[in-house]
């Protein structure tokens, strides 16, 4: 089954840092670019960032950029989002996402990891 | 950035009845050299992620039922479901993946009748 589950959320201060994964399984990981997004509660789907089969294609949304950092380990099948300098407004769960490699649209989704940030 | 703009921002409509949802984009997203519209329509149900109905504006992807439709060509598009059934109550999102930031339509939420 093709699969993808993310960890690494939780109630984080603002200021402080987090270190989202995202494991697949069921598919060739390095055959596929990949993608986080981010869904604040009870709000719409936000584009976080995206990076290629071969890292070697990154972008990020202007809220993130400086202080996210998109990577992946094609030999552990894992994407990660290294999250820094936390702010309130980055409440969110994030997720993680699958480009599909005939319609570069992204479809296979993870259930999403919650991060909160709060005093 | 281009923006992604939905109407209605949500919807009634009544079981076996059609229901269209709008996506309009600030830039077109048509293109050229392969004449491709690099634009996708999720259904997102609550509690569970986004799942791809449409890409490339107007092809389905595999399972989607066919009562579902996607048209549209530049900066304009329709998903059209043409009878209502009650497991389509969700949240609609169009998306835009011509280039970077990939931005999504505020969503429309469709409700029954």
């Known amino acids: 089954e093709v699969q993808l589950v993310e960890s690494g959320g939780g109630l984080v201060q603002p200021g402080r840092s987090l270190r989202l994964s995202c494991a697949a399984s069921?598919?060739?990981?390095?055959?596929?670019?990949m993608h986080w997004v981010r869904q604040a509660p009870g709000k719409g789907l936000e584009w976080v960032s995206g990076i290629s089969w071969n890292s070697g294609g990154i972008g990020y949304a202007d809220s993130v950029k400086g202080r996210f950092t998109i990577s992946r380990d094609n030999a552990k099948s894992s994407l990660y989002l290294q999250i820094n300098s936390l702010r309130v407004e980055d409440t969110a769960l994030y997720s993680c996402?699958?480009?599909?490699?005939?319609?570069?649209?992204?479809?296979?989704w993870g259930q999403g990891t919650m991060v909160t940030v709060s005093s | 950035d281009t923006v992604m703009t939905q109407s209605p921002d949500s919807l009634a409509v009544s079981l076996g009845e059609r229901a269209t949802i709008n996506c309009e984009s600030s830039?077109?997203?048509?293109?050229?050299?392969?004449?491709?519209?690099?634009l996708a329509w999720y259904q997102q149900k609550p509690g569970q992620p986004p799942k791809l109905l449409f890409y490339?504006?107007?092809t389905r992807e595999s399972g989607v039922p066919d009562r579902f439709s996607g048209s549209g060509s530049g900066t304009d598009f329709t998903l059209t479901i043409s009878s209502l059934q009650a497991e389509d109550v969700a949240v609609y999102y169009c998306q835009q993946y011509y280039s970077t930031p990939y931005t999504f339509g505020q969503g429309t939420k469709l409700e029954i009748k």
């Open positions: 490339w504006a107007s």
């Open positions: 830039q077109s997203v048509l293109y050229s050299s392969n004449n491709k519209n690099y």
């Open positions: 996402a699958r480009v599909g490699k005939y319609s570069s649209a992204f479809d296979i």
């Open positions: 069921g598919f060739t990981f390095d055959d596929y670019a």
